[in-house]
């Protein structure tokens, strides 16, 4: 956008009584303003045109004018440039009239009859507030502009991986530091990077897209992963903190930070690395429908001195996919009071329209991303996390909150699909819950157990896991419920669980209990 | 929460129990329909009706509660109709045999 050179002020007054056109005009060119006057609001209109908007850096208006009044010039105005601050005279005492003018967008009003005093700063704060907003205007195009060459980054390089690759990015301002790449870095290995600078500006997207450059070249060019981060580490946390002598080797000071989580998969030595530092832990789901967080977890570089980072490496034969979000869609998922998992899967089975009603202003950037390994199974024949959740013994006191939560999970992730059975499942898991926190954690705090609820869409199926750190029991769960039902209200709630489910198993000696539901 | 009303002229007992039967609330569930089983003479009432329709889940531990209800109101030679309006309730009082013991009135929640 360019602007006009003009070394005085324009300002446009407006006014139908001529004595009053006068007066207006006459003082502010003894202020020193340019002057442009107009007799009624058709004729204003005509000359803003005529001059060009951004020529104009203030209106005055009366308000009371045959045909049309001041209101309508003003309306006419904000729907041109709603950065012109606009003035509006009106007769003493018209207080309901002040307050629409202000409602509509005036920047201020004078009321009659006007003193020079008040004149002078009524027009000096327009023409101020007319250039500062013409000011944040043009910045937020710039940073539109970097926003948009943000997502050129993120695009996806790899279209092969496109069928088994699903993402989900709203970044909270038009730019910031969250970034999304799938890069092919060699022959048959694609590096999944998922990446979110502290902060949302244009500072943290110049870090970002710095980082992102970094990586890439030095990846392609067959650097390892690790080095890749020790580089950045000792970028972040020595060479753009002022006054920091580099070859110092203690600790960092805290300027600007970056989290990024990575995974490069190696298809022909059928391998995944991963490696995170930052983010919440990703998850990695294998093929029967459970899952679990990886192990190799560090502070977001530019924190700490990193001595070696490690990488967590998996076998791709196992796995059925990962998943990699920000501390953004944990944080939203908390706010909507429901698991992380049932928002992942809203997020990623949903179109942009259902998204953008979910994730309706979010108070931080959401990144999420699933990459399925498992490529023989379509996406919908998969089983996908719903639940995953991790309780420590004493928690049995509150099986009514963990209820809750199961509840507006399955609810929300899932909508009227389950109908009335979402109760035969809540209530299995509440009996198998309680179970495995009264006796396989024995009500410790030290010992946890771990609820998993997954969906397979294609079968219709829900799949509950619930594994605890007890010895188990080792009894014929068949023969155990046939015992049960004697109705003398004995162990009661392993019946109920076999009984609303379609198939039951315990596995590991009866630490892990697995429920399928259709 | 819990109501009771005695219906003199029909000579039943009706306890509505709010909400769901829960490990968290059976034993509260439990003492109150004993102090209101207590505060209706038994000449009164020859049918005790247990309305749960407001619950969509029953767990062991409410289930025992019940249970123990039941076996209490048969030992007094009186009559007994649980009346629900959950699906899940209904399968849990199936599988259990407590549809044998006394008789369940289930009638569907419509859908808001």
Redesign the interface.
């Known amino acids: 956008m360019t602007y006009p050179q003009n070394n005085k002020p324009t300002i446009l007054v407006v006014d139908d009584d001529i004595s009053g056109l006068k007066y207006f005009s006459m003082s502010l060119r003894k202020m020193d303003y340019h002057v442009l006057s107009a007799t009624c609001v058709d004729e204003a209109q005509a000359m803003i045109l005529k001059k060009g908007i951004l020529h104009i850096d203030c209106v005055l208006t009366d308000f009371r004018m045959p045909v049309k009044s001041g209101l309508d010039l003003l309306d006419w105005v904000m729907g041109e440039d709603s950065s012109l601050s606009t003035i509006i005279v009106t007769a003493e005492g018209e207080k309901n009239l002040v307050r629409d003018s202000l409602r509509s967008g005036a920047s201020d009003y004078l009321e009659k009859p006007v003193s020079r005093q008040a004149l002078r700063g009524a027009i000096s704060r327009g023409v101020e507030r007319t250039i500062r907003n013409r000011q944040l205007l043009a910045t937020d195009q710039e940073v539109g502009a970097v926003g948009r060459m943000n997502q050129i980054f993120q695009a996806v390089r790899a279209p092969e991986i496109l069928p088994y690759f699903k993402y989900y990015y709203r970044p909270l301002y038009k730019v910031g530091g969250d970034f999304i790449n799938v890069l092919p870095i060699g022959d048959e290995r694609y590096l999944f990077l998922a990446g979110d600078v502290s902060g949302h500006d244009v500072r943290a997207a110049f870090v970002s897209a710095y980082f992102q450059g970094m990586m890439r070249g030095l990846l392609e060019h067959n650097t390892s992963l690790q080095d890749v981060l020790q580089l950045f580490n000792r970028i972040l946390g020595k060479e753009w903190i002022p006054d920091v002598d580099e070859s110092d080797s203690g600790d960092f000071r805290v300027q600007s930070s970056l989290a990024i989580c990575a995974a490069v998969v190696e298809n022909k030595s059928r391998k995944v690395h991963m490696i995170n530092c930052g983010f919440p832990p990703p998850w990695i789901c294998y093929r029967d429908g459970s899952c679990r967080r990886t192990m190799r977890n560090y502070s977001p570089l530019g924190w700490f001195p990193v001595e070696a980072f490690g990488i967590e490496s998996l076998s791709l034969d196992d796995l059925a996919g990962f998943y990699i979000c920000t501390d953004g869609l944990t944080d939203y998922a908390d706010y909507l009071r429901i698991d992380p998992f049932s928002l992942i899967y809203k997020l990623l089975s949903s179109s942009d329209e259902v998204c953008n009603r979910i994730v309706n202003q979010p108070p931080d950037d959401i990144l999420v991303m699933h990459y399925q390994i498992d490529q023989e199974s379509d996406l919908e024949n998969l089983y996908h996390p719903l639940i995953f959740e991790q309780y420590s013994g004493d928690e049995f006191k509150d099986?009514?909150r963990l209820q809750r939560i199961w509840r507006r999970s399955l609810q929300f992730s899932l909508s009227e699909e389950l109908g009335?059975?979402i109760?035969?499942v809540?209530?299995c898991c509440?009996?198998a819950v309680?179970n495995a926190l009264v006796y396989g954690c024995d009500k410790s705090p030290e010992k946890t157990c771990t609820i998993q609820v997954t969906v397979n869409q294609k079968l219709g199926r829900i799949r509950v896991r619930i594994d605890d750190p007890g010895h188990g029991h080792g009894f014929d769960i068949t023969e155990r419920v046939e015992k049960m039902?004697a109705?003398d209200?004995s162990h009661?709630?392993l019946?109920?669980i076999d009984?609303?489910c379609d198939k039951c198993s315990i596995e590991n000696d009866g630490t892990s209990l697995i429920l399928n539901s259709r | 929460m819990i109501k009771d009303v005695l219906n003199r002229s029909k000579h039943n007992l009706t306890i509505t129990l709010k909400g769901d039967v829960?490990?968290?609330n059976a034993e509260e569930f439990s003492d109150n329909i004993n102090r209101i089983i207590k505060k209706h003479k038994p000449a009164n009432w020859d049918e005790l009706k247990l309305d749960l329709n407001s619950a969509?889940?029953?767990?062991?531990m409410g289930?025992?509660m019940i249970?123990?209800t039941v076996k209490q109101v048969q030992a007094a030679g009186k009559s007994m109709k649980i009346h629900i309006s959950?699906?899940?309730?209904q399968?849990?009082f199936i599988?259990?045999?407590?549809d044998k013991?006394v008789e369940i009135v289930f009638k569907k929640r419509r859908r808001r």
């Open positions: 099986i009514d009335d059975k109760y035969d809540l209530l509440r009996e309680l039902k109705l209200g009661l709630g019946a109920i009984n609303l | 829960l490990s968290t969509r889940i029953i767990d062991s289930l025992n249970l123990n959950s699906s899940s309730i399968r849990v599988f259990s045999r407590l013991a």
